[in-house]
């Protein structure tokens, strides 16, 4: 199957089709049966079989958590793994094989199917080009329908959820040759405000985070108005004091006396400088050379407050090697006390950006037995040094040091 011969059928199927045309083609080369895609939910902890309503004698369980297992171990490694397919009764047994579908960084989900033998490394690289086709393929389409959306719910959300979750990137984590960004978010029972945004230019890398005061439908609508107005002066390509007063005056006169505090972010990719503008929000957390520090930077007042003064742009230190950890103050509230958010960053120092970001999440699950008292959000950027073209899905395969020389 040449890519050609694979887009045309894509082309010519419906959206909500092209999965089931990449698994007609796998399941016609390769003898296989089965043939499926496993989409994640936000936070990537669990999984639906797409899509997610299959006949009733398929039996098998929906949703899946991807904890612990081969599911988990797939996308944390980025690599296909074969093992033996577990029982099933009335057919023979095979080989169940999984495979990471991931663009850009984004692992969107897993791509599973039953062989009769254990595929050939030939067979195994098909394999591995088909699920990278679909990330694409998945990514193209999901534009057009709702069916990926829905079929990755396992229960409809709030309003001020479904408005939350509108305002994040299409995409939690993306790699750039100089840079990788992942961004995690844990709701609490109450939506609160909490937002991050990110956007690549030529030469700039532009990150938001914000976290609007309140809970439920008021907190998301300040959160829409200053998502909106920074979203809107930098596509301008307004300055980040430019878009901080934007950001500020839309709260200030539709947010009905509410505030949203919130760090901005540009990073020239040519030079590594890096400046941010820093509105009433926590000190960001800077692993460096195996040790954590707080990035201590003047703090200016949040969006929308009667007087907020003037905001400053501050130059931010920022070497190859670095991790930067932007975080809401969900990720530090007085029943987190129990969560040693340094000592984790320490810890995942190896990892990928979207596993540290993903493992943060879930350590502060587990300390707070689930109870969370505001939104939490991270996010977790690897400066890897202009002219750097290190680009790798792969978990362990970012340490956080100093590019080494070949």
């Known amino acids: 199957?040449?890519?050609?011969?694979?887009?045309?059928?894509?082309?010519?199927?419906?959206?909500?089709?092209?999965?089931?045309?990449?698994?007609?083609?796998?399941?016609?080369?390769?003898?296989?049966?089965?043939?499926?895609?496993?989409?994640?939910?936000?936070?990537?902890?669990?999984l639906w079989r797409f899509p997610a309503r299959r006949p009733k004698r398929d039996d098998r369980q929906n949703p899946i958590q991807a904890v612990d297992n081969i599911y988990d171990t797939v996308m944390r490694e980025q690599k296909l793994h074969v093992t033996a397919s577990p029982p099933d009764e009335g057919r023979p047994t095979g080989q169940r094989v999984v495979a990471p579908v991931t663009v850009?960084?984004?692992?969107?989900?897993?791509?599973?199917?039953?062989?009769?033998?254990?595929?050939?490394?030939?067979?195994?690289?098909?394999?591995e080009q088909a699920a990278h086709a679909l990330a694409y393929v998945v990514t193209a389409n999901r534009r057009f329908t709702d069916l990926y959306e829905?079929?990755?719910?396992?229960?409809?959300?709030?309003?001020?959820?479904?408005?939350?979750?509108?305002?994040?990137?299409?995409a939690l984590t993306f790699e750039a040759g100089q840079v990788t960004v992942a961004g995690g978010l844990e709701p609490a029972g109450d939506i609160a405000g909490d937002t991050f945004d990110y956007s690549l230019d030529e030469h700039t890398l532009h990150v938001s985070i914000t976290d609007a005061m309140g809970h439920n439908e008021p907190a998301a609508l300040l959160a829409t108005l200053a998502v909106g107005a920074l979203r809107q002066t930098r596509r301008a390509g307004a300055s980040l004091v430019e878009q901080a007063h934007a950001a500020h005056e839309a709260v200030l006169e539709h947010g009905f006396d509410g505030s949203v505090t919130g760090q901005l972010l540009r990073v020239d990719l040519r030079t590594g400088r890096a400046l941010l503008v820093n509105a009433g929000h926590p000190w960001?957390?800077?692993?460096?050379?195996?040790?954590?520090?707080?990035?201590?930077?003047?703090?200016?007042?949040?969006?929308?407050?009667?007087?907020?003064?003037?905001?400053?742009?501050?130059?931010?230190?920022?070497?190859?090697g670095d991790r930067l950890v932007l975080l809401t103050d969900g990720m530090i509230e007085r029943n987190t006390t129990s969560f040693d958010l340094p000592?984790?960053?320490?810890?995942?120092?190896?990892?990928?950006?979207?596993?540290?970001?993903?493992?943060?999440?879930?350590?502060?699950?587990?300390?707070?037995?689930?109870?969370?008292?505001?939104?939490?959000?991270?996010?977790?950027?690897?400066?890897?040094?202009?002219?750097?073209?290190?680009?790798t899905s792969v978990a362990g395969a970012h340490p956080v040091g100093p590019p080494q020389s070949s």
Not at 152 to 157: D, F, L, N
Not at 290 to 315: K, N
Not at 347 to 363: C, G, S
């Open 1 to 46: 199957m040449t890519v050609e011969e694979l887009m045309e059928a894509i082309e010519q199927a419906p959206p909500v089709d092209t999965v089931a045309v990449v698994a007609r083609l796998l399941a016609e080369q390769l003898d296989a049966r089965d043939v499926c895609f496993l989409t994640t939910e936000l936070g990537g902890e669990t």
């Open 104 to 127: 850009r960084g984004d692992a969107i989900g897993v791509l599973e199917l039953i062989t009769p033998d254990r595929p050939s490394p030939v067979e195994q690289h098909r394999i």
């Open 150 to 170: 829905r079929g990755r719910r396992s229960a409809r959300p709030t309003l001020a959820a479904e408005i939350q979750q509108n305002l994040l990137p299409d």
């Open 284 to 320: 960001p957390l800077r692993l460096r050379d195996g040790r954590v520090a707080e990035v201590e930077l003047d703090v200016d007042l949040p969006f929308g407050t009667s007087c907020p003064g003037r905001y400053r742009t501050q130059e931010l230190d920022l070497q190859p």
């Open 343 to 391: 000592t984790v960053i320490a810890r995942d120092a190896h990892l990928h950006a979207r596993e540290a970001t993903r493992y943060m999440t879930r350590d502060l699950r587990k300390a707070t037995h689930g109870h969370l008292l505001d939104d939490a959000t991270v996010v977790c950027l690897d400066w890897h040094g202009p002219g750097s073209s290190r680009r």
